[in-house]
C-alpha cells in the first residue's frame, strides 16, 4: 500500500490533468479512504506491523515502506559509516526542481539517529546544526552517510551528509547532531503509555 500511496502523491503533485479528472479522482480517494479508517489505532498504540526494540516503524516518514510520506530512505552500515540512499520526488519540492531545506534536514536527522542508535547508543536529537552547501536535486539518486564523532557519557555528537550517488565526495548538505540518551525516568514519562500498551 506504501507504494501504491507514493504514486499517488506523486501523480497528484506533477498533475496537470484538467480539473474534472482531478475532482473525480479526489472522490475516488475518499472511497479507497474511508474503510482503512474503520478500524484504527490510538495515538499510543503501535502499528501491529511494528517491532519497537527491533527497529522496525512501517510508517516512519523518512524510512517506512508503508508510509505515503517516506521517500523512502534505506538505511543500512558499513563498519563505522551509516549509508541511506533514496531519490526524492516532486512532492519533497522547495526551490523549484530541488528539495525542501526541511526536508533535507528531516533526512539527516534519521540517518544521524540511524548512526547513533545502531551504534548502540540511542538518544534522542537535542540539536542539529545543517550547512547547505548546494540545493539538493529532484529525481536523482541521493547518498547519505552518517557516523559518530563523539560519545560524552549520555550526550553522543554524529555527522552526515547528503550527496548525490554520482558524485559521493561533494556534500550538498552536511549535519552534526547532538543525541542525549534518556534516563529513565525521562524515558518512562515520554514513552510510558506507548510501552505500557506493547507489554
Ligand atoms: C536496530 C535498531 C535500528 C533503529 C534505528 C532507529 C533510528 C532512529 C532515528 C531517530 C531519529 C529521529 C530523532 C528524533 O527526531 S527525536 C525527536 C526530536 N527530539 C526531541 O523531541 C527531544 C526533545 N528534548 C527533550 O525531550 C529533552 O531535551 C531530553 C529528555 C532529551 C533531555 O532532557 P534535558 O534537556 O532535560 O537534559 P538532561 O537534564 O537529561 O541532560 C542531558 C545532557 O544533555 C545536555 N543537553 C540537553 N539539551 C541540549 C542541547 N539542546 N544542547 C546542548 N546540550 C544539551 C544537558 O545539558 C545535559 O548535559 P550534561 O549536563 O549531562 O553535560
Same mark, same amino acid.
Given at each position: 500500500?506504501? #507504494?501504491?500511496?507514493?504514486?499517488?502523491?506523486?501523480n497528484?503533485?506533477?498533475?496537470?490533468?484538467?480539473? #474534472?479528472?482531478?475532482?473525480?479522482?479526489?472522490?475516488?480517494?475518499?472511497?479507497?479512504?474511508?474503510?482503512?479508517?474503520?478500524?484504527?489505532?490510538?495515538?499510543?498504540?503501535?502499528a501491529?506491523?511494528d517491532?519497537?526494540?527491533?527497529?522496525?516503524?512501517? *510508517?516512519?516518514?523518512?524510512?517506512? #515502506?508503508?508510509?505515503?510520506?517516506?521517500?523512502?530512505?534505506?538505511?543500512?552500515?558499513?563498519?563505522?559509516?551509516?549509508?541511506?540512499?533514496?531519490?526524492?520526488?516532486?512532492?519533497? #519540492?522547495?526551490p523549484?526542481?530541488?528539495?525542501?531545506?526541511?526536508?533535507?534536514?528531516?533526512?539527516?536527522?534519521?540517518?544521524?539517529?540511524?548512526?547513533?542508535?545502531?551504534?548502540?547508543?540511542?538518544?534522542?536529537?537535542?540539536?542539529?546544526?545543517?550547512?547547505?552547501?548546494?540545493?539538493?536535486?529532484? *529525481?536523482?539518486?541521493?547518498?547519505?552517510?552518517?557516523?559518530?564523532?563523539?560519545?560524552?557519557?549520555?550526550?553522543?555528537?554524529?555527522?552526515?551528509?547528503?550527496?548525490?550517488?554520482?558524485?559521493?565526495?561533494?556534500?550538498?548538505?552536511?549535519?552534526?547532531?547532538?543525541?542525549?540518551a534518556?534516563?529513565?525516568?525521562?524515558?518512562?514519562?515520554?514513552?510510558?503509555?506507548?510501552?505500557?500498551?506493547?507489554?
Amino acid at each position: 500500500m506504501g #507504494e501504491a500511496l507514493r504514486l499517488l502523491i506523486e501523480n497528484a503533485t506533477a498533475t496537470e490533468m484538467p480539473t #474534472e479528472h482531478i475532482l473525480r479522482a479526489a472522490e475516488l480517494i475518499r472511497q479507497a479512504a474511508a474503510p482503512l479508517g474503520e478500524h484504527r489505532r490510538g495515538r499510543f498504540d503501535t502499528a501491529s506491523a511494528d517491532d519497537l526494540l527491533g527497529g522496525i516503524r512501517l *510508517y516512519n516518514p523518512v524510512t517506512g #515502506e508503508g508510509s505515503a510520506f517516506a521517500p523512502p530512505v534505506d538505511m543500512h552500515r558499513e563498519g563505522d559509516l551509516a549509508i541511506g540512499t533514496c531519490t526524492l520526488g516532486r512532492a519533497f #519540492e522547495g526551490p523549484p526542481s530541488f528539495a525542501h531545506g526541511g526536508v533535507s534536514a528531516m533526512l539527516l536527522d534519521q540517518m544521524l539517529g540511524y548512526a547513533v542508535t545502531t551504534a548502540g547508543h540511542p538518544g534522542m536529537t537535542v540539536r542539529l546544526d545543517t550547512v547547505y552547501r548546494s540545493p539538493v536535486p529532484l *529525481y536523482t539518486p541521493l547518498r547519505m552517510t552518517a557516523s559518530i564523532t563523539e560519545v560524552n557519557g549520555r550526550r553522543v555528537t554524529a555527522t552526515g551528509a547528503i550527496t548525490t550517488t554520482t558524485a559521493p565526495t561533494t556534500a550538498l548538505v552536511e549535519a552534526t547532531g547532538l543525541f542525549v540518551a534518556l534516563r529513565s525516568d525521562q524515558a518512562k514519562r515520554l514513552f510510558g503509555p506507548v510501552l505500557d500498551r506493547s507489554a
